[in-house]
């Protein structure tokens, strides 16, 4: 079993910052890709940033120059700084993890249990 645990949320007032951190465990052969997704309240879950195993990222335009995802292979963590917020911030914010548990494996997604973020005006 993969289990993808998140630390970090809370509430900040808008301009503050937060620091978002995912570890993964359990019975991993390789990570291809980690992530971080977000779900406000009746949308859908988006993509926020995403870091590859090479060290390739890829951004939200709505979080670009304000966030940065950072991934600590050797510990299988990925950490998302975020910086100036603003309150359309406001949302659930999940860990991804595309893997495989086994070499013969095909990619598959995990995810974490989630963490809230709220941002104040």
């Known amino acids: 079993q993969v289990q993808l645990v998140e630390s970090g949320g809370g509430l900040v007032q808008a301009g503050g910052s937060l620091r978002l951190s995912c570890a993964a465990s359990?019975?991993?052969?390789?990570?291809?890709?980690m992530g971080w997704y977000r779900q406000a309240p009746g949308k859908v879950r988006d993509p926020v940033a995403r870091i590859w195993s090479g060290g390739s990222t890829n951004y939200a335009d709505s979080v670009k120059g304000r966030f940065t995802i950072v991934r600590d292979n050797a510990k299988n963590t990925v950490y998302l700084q975020m910086n100036s917020l603003k309150p359309e911030d406001t949302a659930v914010y999940y860990c991804?993890?595309?893997?495989?548990?086994?070499?013969?494996?095909?990619?598959?997604?995990?995810w974490g249990q989630g963490t809230q973020v709220t941002v104040s005006s």
């Open positions: 359990g019975s991993i052969f390789t990570i291809f890709r």
């Open positions: 991804n993890a595309q893997l495989r548990q086994r070499a013969s494996d095909s990619l598959r997604d995990y």
